[in-house]
T-cell receptor, first 113, second 116 residues
Framework: KAGVTQTPRYLIKTRGQQVTLSCSPISGHRSVSWYQQTPGQGLQFLFEYFSETQRNKGNFPGRFSGRQFSNSRSEMNVSTLELGDSALYLC????????????FGQGTRLTVV | AQSVTQLDSQVPVFEEAPVELRCNYSSSVSVYLFWYVQYPNQGLQLLLKYLSGSTLVESINGFEAEFNKSQTSFHLRKPSVHISDTAEYFCAVSYAGGTSYGKLTFGQGTILTVHP
């Protein structure tokens, strides 16, 4: 079956703009988590959604938001982009959450100029 | 705070040599443990996992890891590495219960470079 699909793969935005990233989980998976990966901070958890509800959130400013649709697809939005938001954004899906293995997409590489 | 420490940021080895990538975690609750591998410009691929049961877990490509609760460690080993094992490896922990839904806490990663 198809894996986790993230679109777009690459994105270049200007400081101050906003951006929306998309994630389609593996069929049947209801949990979607988002991570930010940077060389300096490594992999950091952004938030997790399950059945359209945010169940968990990391320590990121309110400019970072997300949502999940009834088909489990998820989007994350970053408003008022800063240079420091340049990163690889990874989405992971799992059946139910922390006690089941997570499958990652290939990520969206966001560059803010 | 709960954390994961990968003790080596870079590990160079020669082909066919054994390798161990070290991972320690801090936790006062039950954990689930994972090793992921990341190739350049790719996402993370699950290498192996410990959820419960036998403390020694194996992957299909020759890696193994042992969960040691007393030492809070989950070191990754391979008896003989190949050039194709060159990649970055991440140890990750999921903490049982409460508000830990869907959250993996990652170590900083270990870059394994296999030389011919």
């Amino acid at each position: 079956k198809a894996g986790v699909t993230q679109t777009p793969r690459y994105l270049i935005k200007t400081r101050g703009q906003q951006v929306t990233l998309s994630c389609s989980p593996i069929s049947g998976h209801r949990s979607v988590s988002w991570y930010q990966q940077t060389p300096g901070q490594g992999l950091q958890f952004l938030f997790e959604y399950f059945s359209e509800t945010q169940r968990n959130k990391g320590n990121f400013p309110g400019r970072f938001s997300g949502r999940q649709f009834s088909n489990s697809r998820s989007e994350m939005n970053v408003s008022t982009l800063e240079l420091g938001d340049s990163a690889l954004y990874l989405c992971a899906s799992s059946l139910a959450g922390h006690d089941t293995e997570a499958f990652f997409g290939q990520g969206t590489r966001l560059t803010v100029v | 705070a709960q954390s994961v420490t990968q003790l080596d940021s870079q590990v160079p080895v020669f082909e066919e040599a054994p390798v161990e990538l070290r991972c320690n975690y801090s936790s006062s609750v039950s954990v689930y443990l994972f090793w992921y591998v990341q190739y350049p410009n790719q996402g993370l691929q699950l290498l192996l996992k410990y959820l419960s049961g036998s403390t020694l877990v194996e992957s299909i490509n020759g890696f193994e890891a042992e969960f040691n609760k007393s030492q809070t460690s989950f070191h990754l080993r391979k008896p003989s590495v190949h050039i194709s094992d060159t990649a970055e490896y991440f140890c990750a922990v999921s903490y049982a219960g409460g508000t830990s839904y869907g959250k993996l806490t990652f170590g900083q990663g270990t870059i394994l470079t296999v030389h011919p």
